[in-house]
């Protein structure tokens, strides 16, 4: 089984004042890695971590919303997102409540990879 470095812990350096966790936004993301001890012997500064990472999110979007119903893009270790179809329906406009036809469309869905959800149980 391989072994993969210990990940990055966001959560350590957010305070929560007593409450629930705070959601991660993608600063505390860029923040986490920019301080990484493998990061700073590196060289490489926190305004370029932070064009990679937006250049990374932007292409793994694009590529998602191009896909064709029934692709999906595997990360290893991490999870596969998925292209799906919702079936048409029948709906009701809360407002008037008239009966609307809504028609089928695609939907981006994730599933996490075995590593994934053994860490987080």
């Known amino acids: 089984m391989e072994t993969f470095p210990t990940p990055i812990t966001i959560y350590q350096s957010i305070p929560t004042g007593g409450h629930k966790m705070p959601n991660i936004i993608k600063r505390d993301i860029i923040d986490s890695i920019s301080q990484d001890a493998e990061i700073l012997t590196c ?22 919303c191009e896909m064709p119903i029934g692709d999906r893009i595997e990360l290893r270790s991490f999870g596969t997102f998925l292209i799906k179809e919702r079936k048409g329906r029948m709906a009701r406009n809360p407002k008037t409540g008239e009966v609307v036809k809504v028609g089928p469309r695609k939907h981006c869905s994730f599933k996490p990879g075995r590593e994934m959800k053994e860490k987080v149980r």
Not at 46 to 63: A, P, T, Y
């Open 43 to 64: 060289g490489i500064s926190r305004k370029e971590i932070e064009i990679v990472v937006d250049i990374w999110l932007e292409k793994l979007k694009n590529q998602i």
